[in-house]
T-cell receptor
Framework: NAGVTQTPKFQVLKTGQSMTLQCAQD?????MSWYRQDPGMGLRLIHY???????DQGEVPNGYNVSRSTTEDFPLRLLSAAPSQTSVYFC???????????FGSGTRLTVV | AQTVTQSQPEMSVQEAETVTLSCTYD???????LFWYKQPPSRQMILVIR??????QNATENRFSVNFQKAAKSFSLKISDSQLGDTAMYFC????????????FGTGTLLAVQP
């Protein structure tokens, strides 16, 4: 049972490049979320999903897209990377009704 | 909108002593969950303890316990017999028990346990 798997763990992008951060969970959780963590700001919600085919925006959605075609996968797409998107990104999942989220190990992204 | 405030950016405690981390939150909801997460230098987010708002009894997990004051919207974490491995960033988080299941975090408290 792998839990929540994020890839890659580290990435360096040039300004303007696009990329997809992958997230997969094998716990059959309905809820999935993407966060970014910046110093002094805690974790801020980017996008979230309450089930396959259903996504919505969080607190800081600009510059990011998501989709949820299956229960297991919830990729985060950066359309045109900017230095302001340099951050650590976490994916998390939760079952219905229990409230506790399980987190992936994070992706450290640097945009130069 | 729901908000979570952690007013102590950094704290320090001696090994084997007790420390309390503070957290307040703002909500108009009656049904919700509160959490404390630990993030050691490895970056992994680890769930420490969970409290359901409708339960008056304070949650306890080994050396970790909370003081949940619903009327005051306060949710502090007490760590007893502090250990070097407790050195980490600690995040307080609020989850609204509705359909969205959104988890909102405070800005964190960096705890250093000194030998």
């Amino acid at each position: 049972n792998a839990g929540v798997t994020q890839t890659p763990k580290f990435q360096v992008l040039k300004t303007g490049q696009s990329m997809t951060l992958q997230c997969a969970q094998d716990m059959n959780h309905e809820y999935m979320s993407w966060y970014r963590q910046d110093p002094g700001m805690g974790l801020r919600l980017i996008h979230y999903s309450v089930g396959a085919g259903i996504t919505d925006q969080g607190e800081v959605p600009n510059g990011y897209n998501v989709s949820r075609s299956t229960t297991e996968d919830f990729p985060l797409r950066l359309l045109s990377a900017a230095p302001s998107q340099t951050s650590v990104y976490f994916c998390a999942s939760s079952p219905r009704g229990q409230g506790g989220y399980t987190f992936g190990s994070g992706t450290r992204l640097t945009v130069v | 909108a729901q908000t979570v405030t952690q007013s102590q950016p950094e704290m320090s405690v001696q090994e084997a002593e007790t420390v309390t981390l503070s957290c307040t939150y703002d909500t108009s909801e009656s049904n919700y969950y509160l959490f404390w997460y630990k993030q050691p230098p490895s970056r992994q987010m680890i769930l420490v303890i969970r409290q359901e708002a409708y339960k008056q009894q304070n949650a306890t997990e080994n050396r970790f316990s909370v003081n949940f004051q619903k009327a005051a919207k306060s949710f502090s974490l007490k760590i007893s017999d502090s250990q070097l491995g407790d050195t980490a960033m600690y995040f307080c988080a609020y989850l609204y028990g509705g359909a969205t299941n959104k988890l909102i975090f405070g800005t964190g408290t960096l705890l250093a346990v000194q030998p």
